[in-house]
């Protein structure tokens, strides 16, 4: 009778061994050995044509010139024919590609971020049609060295308004081997922005 009851036991506790290690291994095998293929982001087009934004259109269709805006105007348009020409080019499409991935990079390293994610890679980006309009533009602070005859410090303030175009896909690699694919669209931007040197 003791011989049946040991018996049965072990039976029972090697056959309780045999199922969690199989449960184990299948759930190994299932979700920690092969990534999820992640769904690519939707398609966008390569490089879309330039358009002028619609508020810069209106003030060049009714010849407006108040003196307030009419700086603010000239800027606008000279950074608009310059963005015309330049946005398609390997060279500023290498320049925001370096820059983001140096930003998310920072993110990754400067945050708590890094406790999930092994890496982030910027897969595309798309500058839109057009760059923000700048509704007003000002400067704050501004020093001059006098011995060098140049600029130490220059501050300016700007209002801007941007209507939507900029994406970027970005490759997320997490720790538990798997991938996700992440598409930011900027519908619409407004607000004040300094630049600082």
């Known amino acids: 009778m003791l011989v049946y009851i040991i018996v049965s036991f072990t039976c029972g506790l090697f056959s309780s ?9 299948y759930l190994y095998k299932t979700y920690y050995e092969k990534p999820i293929q992640s769904k690519p982001p939707p398609a966008v087009k390569e ?6 934004p619609e508020s810069l259109a209106q003030k060049i269709k009714s010849k407006e010139d108040a003196d307030s805006t009419a700086e603010a105007l000239a800027v606008n348009l000279f950074l608009q024919f310059l963005f015309q020409e330049c946005k398609d080019t390997d060279k500023v499409r290498r320049f925001f590609f370096i820059r ?4 998310l990079n920072e993110l990754q390293t400067k945050t708590n971020v890094s406790r999930v994610v092994n890496r982030i890679t910027t897969h ?7 760059l923000p309009v700048i509704t007003e533009l000002k400067v704050v602070n501004c020093s001059y060295d006098e011995e060098r005859s140049h ?10 308004d941007y209507e939507g175009g900029f994406y970027i896909d970005v490759d997320v690699d997490l720790i538990f081997n798997k991938t996700a694919a992440v598409h930011v669209h900027v519908q619409k931007l407004a607000g004040t922005a300094r630049l600082i040197s």
């Open 17 to 25: 061994i045999g199922i969690i290690g199989a449960l184990l291994f």
């Open 47 to 52: 490089y879309c044509e330039f358009s002028l």
């Open 100 to 103: 983001s991935n140096k930003e």
């Open 124 to 130: 595309d980006v798309g500058l839109g049609p057009s």
């Open 151 to 160: 600029l130490k410090q220059l501050e300016i303030s700007m209002v801007l």
